[in-house]
């Protein structure tokens, strides 16, 4: 039997892309700080996200669906790039599909 108790709010969606020890978000973090990246993602993109995961209506594991979709290309290609010192994520990024911005080391 699944029941649903309470509906996620999209202010909830996001302290559980951010907040928890092993959240989302930071586990992507750590795994582009293997190679020395830093990963931000605007406030905006964010609320885009949980935007996106309640009008589909997929809960929090839906989360995953959509970070994942966006980071897809970003973790294939900066490894082999060099110089990259950070990756940031806007609305664009994530609406758009676009790729994010990549901040250059100044070497």
């Not at 699944?2 to 930071?26: C, H, S």
């Not at 293997?34 to 209506?57: E, F, Q, Y």
């Not at 676009?98 to 080391?105: D, G, Q, T, Y």
Request: glycine share 2%; charged share 30%.
């Amino acid at each position: 039997v699944i029941a649903v108790l309470e509906d996620l709010t999209e202010d909830a969606l996001i302290q559980i892309l951010t907040k928890p020890k092993n959240a989302l978000l930071k586990q992507y973090q750590q795994l582009l700080e293997l190679d020395d990246v830093s990963l931000k993602v605007s406030d905006k993109a964010l609320r885009i996200i949980a935007k996106d995961t309640l009008r589909k209506k997929t809960g929090a594991r839906g989360l995953r669906a959509i970070l994942e979709k966006a980071m897809e290309d970003v973790m294939f290609s900066i490894p082999s790039k060099s110089g990259v010192k950070e990756i940031i994520f806007n609305e664009r990024s994530i609406l758009k599909k676009e790729l994010p911005l990549i901040v250059m080391n100044s070497n």
